[in-house]
């Protein structure tokens, strides 16, 4: 069964840095194109970054372009946010592109 842990949300204040992590099972890493999506209270989801299957690409909106920056190793992926905004306060998702699979989420909270 394929399993997707998300985990390092927290509260911080505008300017500071958290990184995400989204830890895989039950399914090969390494053939799917992973995704982070975010989710902010009454808001649709959005798509924040994707990276390939092997790591060699990726892909960022727009509104964490230079902030954000992407990455996976074994069976975990990550994301490493910069200069946080109180714009980004949302649970965020980790997901395997073309499957139904994501975790649980982690809280983000940016705010003095």
């Known amino acids: 069964e394929a399993q997707l842990v998300e985990s390092g949300g927290g509260m911080v204040q505008p300017g500071g840095s958290l990184r995400l992590s989204c830890v895989a099972s039950g399914f090969t890493f390494s053939s799917f194109t992973m995704r982070w999506y975010r989710q902010a209270p009454g808001k649709e989801r959005d798509l924040v970054a994707t990276i390939s299957s092997v790591g060699g690409s990726t892909a960022y909106a727009d509104s964490v372009k230079g902030r954000f920056t992407i990455s996976r190793d074994k069976n975990t992926m990550f994301l490493q946010m910069n200069s946080l905004k109180p714009e980004d306060t949302a649970v965020y998702y980790c997901?395997?592109?073309?499957?139904?699979?994501r975790g649980q989420g982690t809280q983000v909270t940016v705010s003095s």
């Open positions: 997901n395997a592109a073309g499957t139904g699979w």
